[in-house]
Nanobody, 123 residues
Framework: QVQLVESGGGLVQAGGSLRLSCTAS????????GAWFRQAPGKEREFVAR????????NYADSVKGRFTISRDNAKNMVLLQMNSLKPDDTAVYYC????????????????WGQGTQVTVSS
């Protein structure tokens, strides 16, 4: 079992930056692929970014490409999401997720989830 806890959300003006952290406990997190998803009110949960277990492969949703950066620190059991040039459309609850074996874009394929952290971007 892996337990995930997100932090770093908050209220920011458009154009600003936030860094989200996901801290894992339990089994050796370095074996797990990590990802960030988000869910805005009235919308389905959507993929934001993913990173493989070693940190040398990353992918992003088109909507955040060039603005967000996913990274990980396996020594600290953390996955990070640096969010720059934030827009009001980025407002959502952001969730950290983890899985073994193959990387995936689909939320239903991730076995472990955090509780979410709210990000609100004002215009």
């Amino acid at each position: 079992q892996v337990q995930l806890v997100e932090s770093g959300g908050g209220l920011v003006q458009a154009g600003g930056s936030l860094r989200l952290s996901c801290t894992a406990s339990g089994r050796t997190f370095s074996s797990y692929h990590g990802a960030w998803f988000r869910q805005a009110p009235g919308k389905e949960r959507e993929f934001v970014a993913r990173i493989n277990w070693s940190g040398d492969s990353t992918n992003y949703a088109d909507s955040v490409k060039g603005r967000f950066t996913i990274s990980r620190d396996n020594a600290k059991n953390m996955v990070l999401l640096q969010m720059n040039s934030l827009k009001p459309d980025d407002t959502a609850v952001y969730y950290c997720a983890a899985k073994l074996r193959t990387l995936a874009y689909t939320s239903g394929l991730y076995n472990y989830w955090g509780q979410g952290t709210q990000v609100t971007v004002s215009s």
